[in-house]
């Protein structure tokens, strides 16, 4: 059983929205080397840091329930990580919550099932109940039609992702006005995944609300698993 | 501020908004009662090209130490982004900051090459700041350029306020100090120029006039003002060890072309290698110490946290303790899993053990630079090398392992002939023969790339008297090697863009009446002309015949030693003399040996101390 083994919940916000997923795992990384905190290596010709995420961030959402798990050289007390990176991490990047992997635990990329998302979206044609509506009568769709198209063959596909939305919430609180709150639940990871983006583009098509893209701003809150089938977040699976 | 609210509005927009942002670690923000003057250092490409370059980390580290003293940076932003700032109004911003850059006190553009100055336009449109010194009122930032094309910048004269010359660590703190003093005393521009024009390492253009005979080469270059040099020398640091040397880089969020810790081991080179620019800029070598740059290695190393570090010079192998140090920073990137990257190894001294260590991480190609095909064309560029030398290396790097190596070559050198270019393809067959022969090679294929640039004659070398090849030549020179190679099968062959190097050699040599063709090339659209897909030649052309300018006369004329050239007023320490002696010696095919061996009197110790082998600098004299 690989010693060492940490989960640790993350944010990825303010400048940080602006960097792919490929270039955090770097700034991680280099965080990491300049707090003095050794990574365990994998073996072989290329040896690489033990270092993994739960599912990748599109660049442009932000998030404040970031996941990932890294191997160290050494055993570390969780406060004693948090508090050496602290002074090593960009504004954005916080870590919120550190845990020993104690007992055997899949990969937390195999684990994750469920993405929570907050969407915040312009709209000055409709009130809050008639997008409540419009909601709900998307949600009882039986399909829920989606066109995807493969980015290496370029063929179109059409999804049905309704098994993918677990829930859509229209929430009462705007800070700003004609902003509404969307609180989503989607599925995440290797057996399923929408991303909000996509689902975003599909609700403002099948109900006309014409969202404009530029004063369109999504949250991860957090992301979860399935334990003795409750829905747990990723930091309480363990 | 509310431009900083219409930039973050417009940033998801476009590709790699972090190229815009700043905010970086080890990247500098001052609030604005803490400065006294902010100087904006640009550099006319991407983010992702300017990041790799040392001269802004050292520049902008070395400005922001001093407390009265604000260093922001500004790169040329990406098409899209230009399209969308011009579409929504956002005027040219510095990074770190987010404000207009217009509204700085000083922007320093870096020439680094010829083909970047359409986007030193471009972004002084951008910005809202006339191209035109003269066009420029009081409200103006001072607009200034370093770097090693600064040497010969006449066609950008015109444009700019003052150039630096030489190396900028101190200097441009000076000048920033000088500034600081003029700015409260509330007198007109033309004071702080008059001022600082007497500075070593100062060029002020607009104070010398150029005169121009009727065949448009130069006939006088005469200071306005008595109190001026006759002869604008260049600024160097003395001692690395005592100038500054950043112990923190700004670490890019996103992949850039070079993103590792660097340190710079000497200045300078003695190869004299005759079409090298830089090997005569740069006089004399210093070293930095052995014991310096350890310190500055674990600095850097403790302070970014990248994985892969390098060292740098003009020609490592040279540095007086290479194998200690090698040895030395070896040991310490792989106790913290760093990779080290050595450039700029000459062939002749090859430490192949010290390599194998260091490649041991990543098998990547190996690189030799031959130049010339054959050993007589190689004798007149003063390219030590020999065939031996050649095959010796490529025998021990099969052995070692190495399954691919690049060569790099010219085209269009002086005196070339077919049989030059025959050497070219000799010496790739042979290795590929030497790696099918070869019994105990480590590796199941080699893969050769046969690299072939075209020689652009550059000021200060002794061929800058040479007519570069016609672009109807290097054709001709191209498709005779394309010819060759095609029918070679594990060779790849690649060569550059032959209309591009035309414009090169035209800039290089350029003078002031090249300013317009400028200006004319960026109303057409020229930008990033250093970008294959991006150089449009025949917005070029247009650009010349709409401006009355003959582009051959400034890249396929042989001037004679008579000529006063555009740059004769600037003076790198290397003599006139030095460099006819030099090309003489070329067209005889004879060498000169490296100067850490023998002085060869370039000059260049009658006003700085030369590098000598038991590293106690002597200022020599001069033969001539």
Redesign the interface.
Known sequence: MPMNRYLIKYTKTD?MK???H??LM??L??????AKIDLA?SQGF??H?KISTAHPLS??IESIGEYLEVELQVDLLPDAIASAMKH?L??GIELTEIKKVTEPMKSIASIVEVSGYLISFYNDSLTADELREKIASYLSLDEIQMIKISPKTKKEKVLDIKPLIYQIDVLDHTDEENYFLLSVLLKTGSNGNLNPMALMENISDKCSLNIDR?RLSIMRKEMYGIKEEKRVRLIDII | MSLKKDIEKILLRVEKPARYIGTEINSVLKDKKDYKAKFIFAFPDTYEIGMSHLGMQIIYHALNEDKDIFCERVFAPAVDMENIMREKNIPLFSLESMEAVRDSDMIGFTLQYELSYTNILNMLDLAGIPFYAKDRDESYPFITVGGPCAYHAEPLADFVDFCILGEGETLNVEIMHRYIRWKEKNCPKIEFLKEIATIKGVYVPSFYDVQYNEDHTVKSIDKLYDFLPDKLEKYIEEDLDKAYYPEKFIVPFIDVVHNRGIIEIFRGCTRGCRFCQAGMIYRPVRERSFEKITELRDKIIENTGFDELSLISLSSSDYSKIDELVTNTMKKCRAENISLTLPSLRLDSFSFKVLDEIQSYKKSGLTFAPEAGSQRLRDVINKNITEENIYFAVENALQLGWGSIKFYFMIGLPTETNEDLDGIVEIAEKVMEIFKNMKDKKSKRLNVTVSVSNFVPKPFTPFQWFPMATQQELTEKKEYLFKKFYKMKNVKFNYHDISTSFIEGVFARGDRRLSKVLVKAHELGCKFDGWREKFDYQKWEKAFSETGIDPQFYANRRRDYEEIHPWSHIDVGVTDKFLIRENEKAKAGELTTDCRNQCVSCGINTQYLCFTKDNKSKAGNAHE
């Not at chain 1, 990384?29 to 300049?34: D, I, S, V």
């Open positions: 400048n602006y960097i792919s490929l270039d770097n700034v990384l280099r965080a990491f080397k300049r290596y290329s040896p840091p660049l442009g090593q960009p504004r530029d």
